[in-house]
Structure formats: C-alpha cells, structure tokens
C-alpha cells in the first residue's frame, strides 16, 4: 500500500514525491538526517532529534527550512496518515537544487523530505532476547561523525562485511580503540561498570545514548565515558549498542570471541527496560 509521504511541504503518495536530479543530497552528499522512533503511535525523544537536527544544520551552515513546532506537525500528520502504530520517521534535510558546483550556491532553498516505516513490534525485537554478533572494522569514514549527514556509504559497506562475516552489525575502530557501530553507540560493561567512548568529533552524539546514560546514572549504576580498545571490548562482562532504531540491544560476541557466558548481560537488560519504560512515558 502506497504511504503518504513529505515533500518540500506538500503530503503525497510515494509514487509521486521527487527531488531534482541537481540535488545537493543526490550530487555530493550535502545533507543530514534523523530518525524518530514511533511506539503506540507516539514520537520517542522528539525534542532530542530537533535538537540534534539544527546542530548539524548549523555545523554545514545550512539554513533550516522548519521550525520545530512545524515539524512535529509533520512528523504527527504522517504518523496518522499512515497509520504507524509501531516504527520510523525518517527526515532529510540537503541544502537544496543548485547547478553541480563544490562551492555552496547563494542563498539555497533547502529541500526537506520525511516518511515513515512501519515496524511492527520495534519494541520487541527477538534479537533482545539473543544477543547481536558483531564483527570489528577499520574506521574509514571523515573526520566529522558528530554531524547527523546522509554520508553512509562506509556505514553501509560495514554492514555487509558483517553479514558476510555471519555477524549481525559491525564495530569500526581507529588506532586499537572502538569509536562507534554502523549506525549506533557502543559500550561494554566490566565490573558493573558500563564504558562508552567520550563525545567529541568521532563519534555521533546519540540521542538514544544520551538518555541512556542518564537513566543508568539515575539507576546508580556507575558510567565512564571514555576510549575503550577492542582488547578491553572482548574481555568484557557484557556489551551493548544504542540506537533510535534498537534502543538497547545487547551485544554477545565480538570477532567471534564470546562475552560473558554468551548471552545478554543484566546490565544491558535493565537498561532496555528502563529506557522503554520511561520513554514511553514522556512520549509525544
């Protein structure tokens, strides 16, 4: 069935959305982009994506096309007219149409795009219960990962090694150390301590971490915020991933070596409870 999608303010059937082919976005990956969980037909996190959102827009030096209470208007109408009880807004921001040159055009007009993805369940996804594989990889994307920008090719390569490898997803790692997953934040657990790389340019600035981090010091469980290496990552007692798109989701193997007895760990299990019962609570 056809979805009811966003297009530089108009709602249309997803056959007839499109962009220009001299894009920004489509020519030189001059965009960025979020993605807003839905449960019971409710936003997860809202105002930390928008938030996010004019960061990165405001790192390109690119004009923003929508105030945030416009937005969430959008973000409401495309979750009723679609009916998604559970699953994704995608949102897309570029800097717009403009003749093919590297400098940025004079005044753009940024072009703004949304849609939705049902996922029925998100909040029950059986791999909770099992526990991902992950496999390591070498970091080879640019040096900015804290813009949100539609840049994923490496991401994407990084997948696939993964699933050729037999893992679900893969860590990428620069000098020994773990700077984050494909799409998600990475920590390990040792000692009941739960270790997670420090904010900076090398990582992006989950909104899914931030509040994670939050309810585990909330819960009085100890957080450090630091580099941790791929040798500290498969000694540890547990490990875990964050994303808008996962939540937490435990990680029980890393390049084949188990964590733990092989199975999610307690620290990760609590987390996920906490943080979908309490996301659920200030949903919108």
Do not use: C
């Amino acid at each position: 069935m056809s979805r009811t999608v966003y297009v530089n303010g108009e709602y249309l059937p997803e056959e007839q959305a499109t962009v220009s082919i001299f894009d920004r976005g489509f020519l030189f990956a001059d965009g960025v982009y979020e993605v807003t969980s839905v449960i019971g037909g409710k936003l997860l996190d809202f105002d930390g994506h928008a938030a996010r959102l004019e960061r990165s827009l405001n790192e390109l030096e690119m004009p923003n096309p929508i105030s945030r209470d416009d937005l969430l208007a959008v973000h409401r109408e495309l979750v009723s007219a679609n009916g998604i009880e559970d699953g994704l807004v995608y949102l897309q921001i570029t800097r717009g149409a403009a003749d093919r040159d590297f400098a940025y055009p004079e005044d753009p007009t940024p072009t703004i795009v949304l849609f939705t993805q049902a996922k029925p369940g998100l909040a029950d996804n059986p791999k909770a219960q099992t526990g991902m594989k992950v496999i390591s990889i070498e970091d080879q994307r640019w040096g900015r990962r804290d813009i949100k920008t539609v840049q994923l090719l490496y991401p994407s390569m990084g997948k696939m090694m993964a699933k050729a490898a037999g893992a679900d997803d893969a860590w990428m790692t620069e000098e020994g150390h773990v700077t984050e997953g494909t799409s998600n934040n990475a920590y390990i657990v040792k000692d009941g301590t739960i270790i997670t790389r420090h904010l900076g340019t090398e990582i992006l600035h989950g909104i899914t971490r931030a509040a994670v981090l939050r309810f585990a010091k909330e819960a009085q469980m100890k957080v450090e915020e630091r580099a941790f290496t791929l040798d500290e990552a498969k000694e540890a007692d547990e490990a875990f991933i964050t994303s808008a798109s996962t939540f937490v989701m435990p990680v029980v193997e890393i390049d084949g070596t188990a964590l733990g007895d092989g199975t999610p760990g307690p620290v990760a299990r609590r987390l996920r409870e906490i943080y979908l019962d309490e996301s659920r609570k200030t949903a919108v």
